[in-house]
């Protein structure tokens, strides 16, 4: 990653890491292409791009039909990747 004024990084949680290792290589790639770009945007903080999500600690991020619960550490100016799950019956249509 480029060096920036404001140096974001991306890590996964053990439980994350998990379910990342489980997905298909296309998946894998898309998402860490995702979380590359929240962390290295020009205009946006990585927080700009979560959204919130109900009943839970965790903000979400979508990539294709996955949702990743996210938590933004600003003091350590790091996304913390806390789960990968697909979308499924949980969300609705519009979500």
Request: charged share 35%.
């Amino acid at each position: 990653m480029g060096s920036t004024a404001n140096d974001w990084d991306w890590v996964f949680s053990p439980r994350a890491e998990d379910q990342f290792a489980r997905l298909e290589p296309e998946t894998q790639e898309r998402i860490v292409g995702k979380l590359d770009d929240v962390v290295t945007s020009e205009w946006r903080e990585p927080a700009d791009f979560l959204e919130p999500l109900a009943n839970s600690p965790f903000q979400k991020l979508r990539v294709g039909n996955y949702r990743l619960g996210c938590r933004v550490r600003r003091q350590e100016q790091r996304l913390r990747v806390e789960s990968i799950r697909h979308r499924s019956g949980a969300y609705t249509a519009d979500d």
